[in-house]
């Protein structure tokens, strides 16, 4: 079976521009997450998405947003592009909204350089 | 909130040495924990996770660790390591009601000397 997939691998845009991410959840898995993983440090967690609604927001800007599909695959978008948004986009797909068992599987994420 | 420290940003060790990667978090509530391994230019990979039971967990790759409760720690081991250990080891937790989000560390590089 084929793992959590992401596109694009790596991505440049130019300050200000607009970004959207695209990932493909593991067949059955209906909840997606998506982290931001900075140069030196730790993920840091986005959105969760569960049967195409939100279910949890990270401290993000407005300028951060998501949605899910009714194939539960999903896209991250960023507007307004800044130096600060450079950083490794993880998606993570689990067959659940909650619950430690349902374990997340992580996709090789997106390279996002932002000049 | 929930938040995790992880004690040594780099541990250097020499093959088939032991080695001991530390964690703390904090937390007001019950949490799950979780060792995530990151390769160079790839994603996470689950380790082992500690739900509940036995404080001692088995991991993949012949990494296990123990749950502390008491010192708020989940320290991972591995008796003898390998070349191949060498990644990026991340500390996570996550609330039970809301085990999506997922809490990382700032990570310990693993590097392992011939």
């Known amino acids: 079976d084929a793992g959590v997939t992401q596109s694009p691998t790596h991505l440049i845009k130019t300050r200000g521009q607009q970004v959207t991410l695209r990932c493909s959840p593991i067949?059955?898995?209906?909840?997606v997450s998506w982290y931001q993983q900075v140069l030196g440090q730790g993920p840091q967690f986005i959105f969760q998405y569960y049967e195409k609604e939100e279910r949890g927001r990270g401290n993000f800007p407005d300028r951060f947003s998501a949605r899910q599909f009714p194939n539960y695959s999903s896209e991250l978008n960023v507007n307004a592009l800044l130096l600060g948004d450079s950083a490794l986009y993880l998606c993570?797909?689990?067959?659940?909204?909650?619950?430690?068992?349902?374990?997340?599987?992580f996709g090789p994420g997106t390279r996002l350089t932002v000049t | 909130a929930q938040s995790v420290t992880q004690l040594d940003s780099q541990v250097p060790v020499f093959e088939e040495a032991p080695v001991e990667l530390r964690c703390n978090y904090s937390?007001?509530?019950?949490?799950?924990l979780f060792w995530y391994v990151q390769y160079p230019n790839q994603g996470l990979q689950l380790l082992l996770k500690?739900?509940?039971?036995?404080?001692l967990v088995k991991g993949i790759n012949g990494f296990e660790a123990e749950f502390n409760k008491s010192q708020t720690s989940f320290h991972l081991r591995k008796p003898s390591v390998h070349i191949s250990d060498t990644a990026e080891y991340f500390c996570a937790v996550s609330r039970y009601s809301s085990a999506s989000k997922i809490i990382f560390g700032s990570g310990t590089r693993l590097s392992i000397r011939p």
């Open positions: 067949s059955g898995h209906k909840s």
């Open positions: 500690y739900l509940s039971g036995s404080t």
């Open positions: 937390s007001s509530v019950s949490v799950y």
């Open positions: 993570a797909s689990s067959l659940a909204s909650s619950g430690g068992s349902y374990e997340q599987y």
